[in-house]
């Protein structure tokens, strides 16, 4: 009997839709000249736009590291027995899960105004020492802490629902070996519970890198979003301005994405099959036909 292997005309109408629609897009792109792509490759490798992708990248490097930091510590915290630490995890999650990131950054702005200085002494009584609080929190600080202590509560959720995803039989089973709480945890709970916590965080971190636009409400002025609007006010041109900042987001989020690829296949060993081995009955049955199977008796005879 002759196989008839299905048609799918549906798959062939939509990929020739599609590149129409590519072709066309390609075609607006090259010929309207309204993108100045001239413009573009001016400014593209630029001082000012290299040393601010510099500050936007150790921006998002240190917030994530502060958020991931405050956000494990806050995700065991409202997985313990005490009812005060649960209570002040559900307390901070509510509150910068609940205020916009924007105007949190506004007050960390203003926190000098807040705060004119950061003292040190006896409740009430003298001061040992102090410092000016402008001098210590500067806008990159303030950057960074307002990004990091927002994310924080995002990513507390993404840990507490990573832990939560590890079936509590794995807890027994490592408690019954006799081993402590905070090797289990280490050692156990937390590699499984990786699998379920990189790919959110992955997405927080590639959101982090385009909240770092936002710093300007601090004020912080070196960032790749005000250095590229800088140029723009300057020379009239803001749309080629704002495609090279496009251009150099999706390049650091193709790498962060790739990253996040191979974390993924890392932590999803055993797991996740990507790609599944292929069944070969021809070989099984041959290795079957071709092995010879021995029994023995009680009395030792084959």
């Not at 313990?80 to 901070?92: E, M, Q």
């Not at 410092?131 to 929190?137: E, L």
């Not at 379920?196 to 004020?219: D, F, R």
């Amino acid at each position: 009997m002759d196989a008839v292997p299905v048609r799918h005309p549906g798959r062939w109408a939509g990929a020739v839709i599609i590149f129409i629609v590519a072709a066309l897009l390609v075609q607006s792109l090259v010929t309207n000249q309204n993108f100045r792509w001239d413009t573009v490759g001016t400014y593209l490798l630029d001082v000012l736009v290299i040393q601010g992708i510099g500050w936007t990248l150790l921006l998002t490097v240190l917030s994530m590291v502060i958020a991931i930091v405050l956000a494990i510590l806050l995700a065991f915290m409202r997985q313990s027995d005490n009812p005060l630490f649960r209570y002040v995890s559900w307390v901070w999650v509510w509150f910068f899960r609940g205020t916009p990131v924007y105007t949190q950054l506004v007050f960390w702005g203003l926190i000098a105004v807040l705060y004119p200085k950061i003292a040190l002494g006896v409740p009430f009584g003298p001061e040992l020492f102090s410092f000016s609080t402008q001098d210590v929190i500067n806008a990159f600080i303030a950057a960074v802490l307002g990004l990091g202590l927002n994310e924080s509560a995002y990513l507390a959720e993404i840990f507490r629902a990573g832990l939560k995803s590890v079936d509590t039989g794995q807890m027994e089973a490592a408690e019954a070996l006799g081993m402590r709480k905070s090797k289990i945890m280490w050692r156990i709970i937390l590699p499984q519970a990786m699998r379920v916590i990189v790919p959110p965080t992955g997405n927080e971190t590639i959101g982090m890198l385009k909240t770092t636009s936002l710093v300007l409400a601090v004020p912080f002025t070196l960032d790749l979003t005000f250095v590229t609007n800088g140029i723009a006010n300057r020379s009239y041109l803001p749309i080629p301005l704002l495609i090279v900042a496009a251009i150099w987001y999706l390049v650091i989020t193709s790498v962060l994405m790739v990253g996040q690829y191979f974390i993924e296949r890392h932590y999803g060993k055993g797991v996740d099959n990507l790609i599944p081995a292929p069944v070969k009955a021809t070989q099984a049955v041959t290795a079957a036909h071709t092995t010879p199977a021995t029994t023995a008796d009680e009395g030792g005879h084959v």
